[in-house]
């Protein structure tokens, strides 16, 4: 086997269940700020823990 398999539809189910996914929101940016975040998670490893685009 291989580590995660099948992570992404438990992630997802529990979604759809209703789970709450704010606690594990690290930040939030606007669509203006993806391209400099992109480079930040590309040079930065640590940054790559969750990006979140805010359309409100």
Do not use: Q, Y
Not at 7 to 36: H, N
Request: net charge negative; hydrophobic share 35%.
């Amino acid at each position: 086997g291989h580590s995660g398999h099948g992570t992404f539809a438990r992630v997802i189910e529990s979604m759809s269940d209703g789970m709450d996914m704010l606690p594990i929101v690290t930040k939030r940016i606007t669509l203006d700020e993806v391209p400099e975040n992109i480079v930040m998670l590309r040079d930065d490893r640590r940054e790559s823990k969750i990006t979140c685009v805010d359309f409100d």
